[in-house]
């Protein structure tokens, strides 16, 4: 069955109507409303915590002029990359425990072609290069000096950046140096985005420098396509944020991609992944995961395993940012 057939009998009448009226008239989804409630948002921009504002700005712009929801997901992001004042993405991120900030990034489409990143260091746009690794390779993840070459050999050219507000941060965790992942650090973390078009085509990226003073090769969730996103046109897009070995544990994005398949909401999906994180952890005291959702049918959500995970919506209705249920 065709996606616009799908939806329209997912819909029924009146959310049909609103679907082919271009969905400006539609209600914005609240995120406990039951799947029935819900109507179809597209275009429609998720992302994490406050930076996720700016981010869907430019995504939404992006759509707007014509481009495609993978563009879309990919340009939104690379404005929070850009940011050298943010301490979790890109290259303003917080080091390892050595002194190098590495990065990890993601991006999927609507069809499931992948591209990843892990690993990286001294370029500023790890998303692009994921996208160029899906795009012009056979396949769907490069790590580490290999991936530095191949950026290199494939136009991206590196940046170094000193700030000494993050060397002084990290001399000051070597005085002691523990490690000690901590949840929602700055109230802003990695930035994981999924997107749908106004047809309903699907796309999520995610990009971070991951948790500050990790061991120096520690790859977290956020560029491993089922952990940190997964994108399936014909279920919907999930992204993470928080601590990756959690995430990753339980597969996290790919968990509630499927949930979505199997009739969930969204954001009951995303808090069935929170509670299979809860019973495989003992201690998850000061840790946070959140998880955001938008199934195929254009409805959203999200869930956190604690309080302080904010994500922004940009619907036609405007751009804002909303606090996650979470338990
Ligand atoms: C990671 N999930 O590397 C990322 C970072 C993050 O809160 O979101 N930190 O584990």
Redesign the pocket.
């Known amino acids: 069955m065709g996606v616009e057939r799908r939806r329209f009998i997912q819909l029924g009448l009146a959310g049909t109507a609103a679907y082919l009226a271009g969905c400006t008239d539609a209600p914005t989804a609240a995120l406990e409303e039951s799947p029935a409630e819900k109507l179809p948002q597209g275009p429609l921009v998720l992302s994490t915590w406050d930076h996720g504002l700016p981010a869907n700005e430019r995504a939404w712009e992006v759509m707007r002029a014509g481009g495609s929801v993978l563009d879309a997901v990919e340009q939104g992001v690379m404005v929070v990359e850009s940011d050298l004042s943010n301490r ?1 993405v890109g290259l303003g991120g917080l080091p390892d425990r050595d002194g190098h900030v590495t990065l ?1 990034a993601c991006i999927q489409d609507h069809d499931g072609r992948a591209g990843s990143v892990a690993f990286l260091q001294r370029f500023e746009h790890p998303i692009s290069i994921a996208r160029a690794v899906m795009e012009r390779t056979p396949h769907v993840m490069l790590a580490g000096a290999g991936a530095e070459r191949w950026a290199l050999e494939n136009g991206f050219s590196t940046r170094d950046v000193q700030i000494p507000e993050v060397q002084a941060a990290w001399q000051k965790w070597l005085e002691r140096g523990e490690y000690k ?1 901590v949840a929602n ?1 700055e109230n802003h ?2 930035i994981g985005m999924v997107a749908m078009d106004a047809q309903g085509r699907l796309a999520g990226s995610c990009t ?1 420098s ?2 500050a003073y990790k061991v120096h090769g520690r790859v ?3 560029p491993i396509i089922g952990a ?1 996103l997964f994108v399936d046109g014909e279920a919907g897009a999930a992204c ?6 959690l ?1 990753i544990r339980v597969a996290g994005s790919h968990t509630v991609v499927e949930l979505m398949r199997q009739g969930r909401s969204p954001a009951e999906a995303c808090k069935e992944a929170v509670l299979r994180i809860q019973r495989k952890h003992k201690d998850l005291k000061d840790m ?1 995961v959140g998880f955001l959702a938008i199934r195929a049918d254009g409805a959203y959500g999200g869930y956190a395993l604690r309080d302080g995970f904010s994500y922004a919506v940009h619907t036609a209705q405007g751009n804002e940012l909303v606090p996650s249920a979470f338990g």
């Not at 993470?240 to 070995?245: D, H, P």
């Open positions: 979790s990890d992942p650090i973390d990695t971070t991951g948790m977290g969730d956020s940190g993470a944020t928080g601590v990756g070995e995430v946070q």
